[in-house]
């Protein structure tokens, strides 16, 4: 039994590893990491302070999957994000909770 639960638990892991590393591709892909990082600020947020902004926020994901899709201005700032319309619904859903998870 104690093999199953530890079993278990490694393939948990190793899934949300592999989840992680597929949004973190994702974010590359759609170019997220051209103006942010993770920890420091670039030319947008850290991606960490994004998150901690809205940590407490339960409609956090949905309005920054918005922002991903059509942009945001003045929120941190006078340089405005620009639109990324390549990114479908699904997608941007994907990365707002992708940046969420560094809170």
Same mark, same amino acid.
């Given at each position: 039994?104690?093999?199953?639960?530890?079993?278990?638990?490694? &393939?948990?892991?190793?899934?949300?590893?592999? /989840?992680?590393?597929?949004?973190? +591709? =994702? @974010?590359?892909?759609?170019?997220?990491?051209?103006?942010? /990082?993770?920890?420091?600020?670039?030319? #947008?947020?850290? =991606?960490?302070?994004? &998150?901690?902004?809205? @940590? +407490?926020?339960?409609? &956090?994901? /949905?309005?920054?999957?918005?922002?991903?899709?059509?942009?945001?201005?003045?929120?941190? #700032?006078?340089?405005?994000?620009?639109?990324?319309? &390549?990114?479908?619904?699904?997608?941007?859903?994907? =990365?707002? +909770?992708?940046?969420?998870?560094?809170?």
């Amino acid at each position: 039994m104690r093999a199953i639960w530890i079993g278990m638990i490694a &393939a948990s892991a190793l899934f949300l590893v592999g /989840t992680a590393q597929a949004s973190e +591709d =994702l @974010a590359k892909s759609s170019g997220c990491l051209n103006c942010h /990082t993770v920890d420091k600020k670039l030319v #947008g947020p850290a =991606l960490k302070d994004i &998150a901690a902004k809205y @940590a +407490d926020d339960a409609d &956090a994901a /949905t309005m920054l999957a918005g922002k991903i899709q059509k942009g945001s201005n003045g929120v941190w #700032g006078p340089i405005p994000m620009p639109p990324n319309g &390549a990114v479908n619904d699904e997608n941007a859903k994907i =990365l707002a +909770d992708w940046i969420l998870s560094f809170k």
